[in-house]
């Protein structure tokens, strides 16, 4: 099985993405917010899904560790496929989704294409307790995506177009994820954007 893969982005398309490994070239299916973060040419490193069917096997690519569990926790759940899976992870970030089963907004779940109600009903019953893990990190800090929203808008505020953005936000990711405040992640940031 595959679980994760470095490489170079050759191409991508609406769904997925291509990437080389030493001369060979996998396509991993991602969530849309992930694909727009993997320009070609550019070196990328996915945790992976390797899910096995009778006639394919397909692989599920996500730049975070916790994107990937996350997808996992919804395949677990009774009637939600991987392809459901994908489309509630593209149709809203994972802090987000968290959130609204969290918070049993099932509406908020059925907004994404291919969800009905039964399905997010099915999504929070199954989902609420065990997700609690992801609504906070390791001392009970705000998800790592709402800090990189956050430090997102205030660059924004700034005046910096999305494409300095995006290569701020990319080095910046193991300062976010150590949980570092917003003003010195916008300090550091600005190093960055130039």
């Known amino acids: ?14 769904a997925a993405v291509v990437v ?21 040419g550019a070196g990328v490193e996915l945790f992976v899904h390797t899910h096995v ?31 459901t899976a994908l489309a ?20 908020r779940l059925t907004k994404i294409p291919g969800v009905g109600k039964k399905t997010a009903a099915r999504i929070v019953l199954e989902l609420k307790d065990k997700l609690a893990k992801h609504a906070l990190g390791a001392r009970g800090r705000p998800a790592p995506g709402g800090a990189l929203d956050d430090l997102r808008s205030a660059l924004a505020n700034l005046g910096y177009r999305a494409p300095q953005i995006d290569r701020a936000l990319t080095k910046l990711k193991p300062l976010v994820d150590e949980g570092q405040g917003l003003s010195e ?10």
Request: charged share 25%; proline share 4%.
């Open 88 to 107: 509630l992870l593209s149709g809203v970030d994972a802090p987000e989704l968290v959130r609204a089963i969290a918070e049993s907004d099932e509406a």
């Open 20 to 40: 080389d490994v030493g001369g060979v070239g996998y396509r991993v299916l991602s969530p849309v917010g992930d694909l727009a973060r993997m320009p070609a």
């Open 1 to 14: 099985m595959i679980g994760w893969l470095k490489g170079t982005v050759r191409f991508s398309d609406l």
């Open 185 to 194: 992640l916008v300090r550091e940031a600005l190093k960055h954007v130039a």
């Open 53 to 83: 069917r009778e006639d394919a096997i397909v692989l599920y690519g996500f730049l975070a560790a916790d994107a990937l569990e996350l997808f996992e926790e919804l395949l677990a759940v009774s009637g939600v496929g991987p392809r």
